[in-house]
Structure formats: C-alpha cells, structure tokens
DNA sequence: TGGTACATGTAACATGTTACATGATTAG
DNA sequence: CTAATCATGTAACATGTTACATGTACCA
C-alpha cells in the first residue's frame, strides 16, 4: 500500500479501466488497439502493473470468473490518481531511431547496403501509413482516436518525405573514388 | 570475456570510437552531439557499456592521464562486432508520445487545462525546430549529419501540422451540454 | 585559495523484454 | 479427445534513470 508515483504505463491502464472492469487479458487487448500505434506494453507489465495498482490500492481484483478471469476495478483512489498524472504536464517524447545511426555511420557499410536498408525501412513505413489511412476512414465517430490517429499519419508522411529526399543528401556522401 | 550481442546504444560508442581514442566523458559529450537528438544516452550508461566492452575485448583501456582521464580504444574485435551490428537490419524505432495519451483520455480532463497543455507541447516544438533550422545552416559540409537532421526538421514540421490541425479534430469532443 | 568544470564511477531503482510454466475452456 | 486459444503469472535479464560519492586540475 505504499504510495508510488504513476509511469505513463500504469496511468493508461487505468484509463482503460475509467469504464467497465477489464482482466489483464482485456486490458492488454485493449491497450494495444486503442494505443497500440503509439505506445507499446507487454503483458509482462501490465500483470505487474495490475499487481502493483492493487497493492497501491488503485484498483481492486473481483472474484475469479471462468478460466480464472480476474476482473480489475478502478477504485476512487485511483481515479484520483489518474485525473492527478493526466493534468500534469506530459513528460517529454521519447524517439529512437535506430536507422538514424545507421545512416550516421554509413561510411563503415558496403554502398549497397546501405540502400538495401533504405528500401526497407521506407517499405515499411510505406505500409503502416497505408494501415492507419485505412483505419482513418472508420473512425469518424471518435474524435480523439482520431486525432492520435492523424498524428500517426502526419508522421509516417513526413518519414516518406524524408526517404524520398535522402538520396539527393546523400550523393554527396558517396567519396569519388 | 563472455561475448553479448551489441545494443544500439554500445554500437554508436564504437561507432564514435572509431577515430581517436576517447574517454568515457569525452563520449558523453560527443554522443550528445553528434546522435543527441535522436538517441538519449547517460553518463551511467555510458560507463557500464565502456565497462562491459572492455571485458568483452571490443575496447581496451590506456594508461590513466591528467585527471585520471581513460582513453578507451576500439580494438579489432570491436571493429568487428560494430559492422556486424551495423550492416545487420535496424531494430523497429521507438516512439513514445506521451501527449497522445493525454489527448486520448482528455476527457477526464478540465477543457482548459489540455489548451494550456497543448500550447505548451506547440512551443516546444516549434522551439525545437527552430533550434535544428539554424543548426542545418552550419551542416552544409556533413551530409549524413544532415540526413539526420532532415529526419528532425521533417518530424517537427510534422508535428507543428499535426497540432494546427488538432482543434478542427477536437472540437466535436466537446460535448455540448 | 576557493569555486567551477572536469572526470571517474557506484548504488539503487524503474522500466522494458523474452522466455517459460501452468492450467482451463472451447471448437472441431 | 485433441488442438487451439484464453488466461494467468513468474523468472531472468537488459536497459534506462536518478542520485550520490570521490577526487583532480584549472582559473580568477
């Protein structure tokens, strides 16, 4: 029952569970619909969040249901904490781009693997723009959804803008030899 | 002397080690940098992974200088271990926004407080990116610095959109009671 | 000669990842 | 009755963060 300060992981658990009750199952579903595209959790950590929040007193396990389904609660303390964590002021984004260093030490890689690597990164981006471009068509009815949605998409099209202009930056870097 | 597999993290000191030899505070300050605004790395960390190197033979240690300064120098092995992680595909990117959170849950929120919150994220990357433009002016010798920094301008215009667009998004979240 | 920046590192903890172990229920 | 899926959770480890402890050299 000790106090602890929320991580953003455990704040969105609980603003999963502003609802209905939800098993960890549910939650880990749940979590990766709704911010899947832009926040990622195991279920490792959300059975121990889950366990945590209980010890803290922030949610509460119901009785074991069929195949040991144990529903969580939000328990008023915990709303509390929630409301507390979502008014303050986000903590800073975190972005880590490994292709970055990639491209940052290109000068140690054979010339063609280089772009082998390109094309496969923009493939990939390529893709889930065109997944969440999808997505975006049913999702009219819910505002923010939609609106981490377009953050989404604003990025990958960036990322698209950045590749197709990556070759002309780096035909320089190509030593004349 | 057990061999690990190399983390981005271990891989872009070798990467920087791969001219002179550097101290682990000499690393802090060129990490930040050359890869400090795409790759977030501390002075512990920095430490440990010298530490973990040198037991795996990737670097050896020089006799202490002035003020007990180590240079660490890469050694074969570590050549060796950096091109391999190099050339290998990079691992997906992280991106974590914490903002969207709050967007997806601002419902609990006071109407108020996600405006102020919002202005507040706005600044910072406009803030941001106007710091990167006057960088990329001082960047025209260095082309995969400044494919690096593209990325950043491009992701921060991106966002800067993203948030103009976001009231016209949002304001059907207003319940109008 | 006293403060600041340099330079090392450890300790403790928080968070995130991967792999595994266990069993219940359901669908075919 | 058997395989797939649901559902729990632990263990071990990797990575990242924060705070602290220690001392050195330089500069005003």
Do not use: C
Request: aromatic content about 6%.
């Amino acid at each position: 029952m000790t106090v602890r300060g929320l991580n953003a992981t455990a704040a969105s658990l609980l603003g999963l569970l502003h609802g209905d009750s939800l098993t960890g199952w549910d939650l880990v579903a749940t979590a990766q619909d709704r911010i899947g595209n832009f926040w990622t959790l195991t279920q490792s950590q959300v059975y121990r969040e889950l366990a945590r929040m209980t010890e803290d007193g922030l949610v509460t396990v119901g009785a074991p249901g069929p195949r040991d389904r144990k529903p969580y609660t939000i328990t008023d303390a915990g709303r509390h904490a929630f409301a507390e964590w979502l008014a303050g002021a986000p903590t800073h984004d975190q972005i880590r781009v490994p292709l970055l260093l990639t491209i940052l030490f290109s000068d140690h890689l054979e010339p063609g693997r280089l772009a082998e690597i390109l094309a496969a990164e923009r493939a990939a981006h390529a893709g889930r723009l065109a997944a969440y471009r999808e997505h975006e068509g049913r999702l009219t009815d819910d505002p923010v959804r939609l609106a981490t949605l377009r953050f989404g998409i604003r990025h990958e099209e960036a990322a698209l803008a950045w590749f197709d202009e990556l070759p002309g930056l780096l035909s320089a870097t190509t030593p004349p030899r």
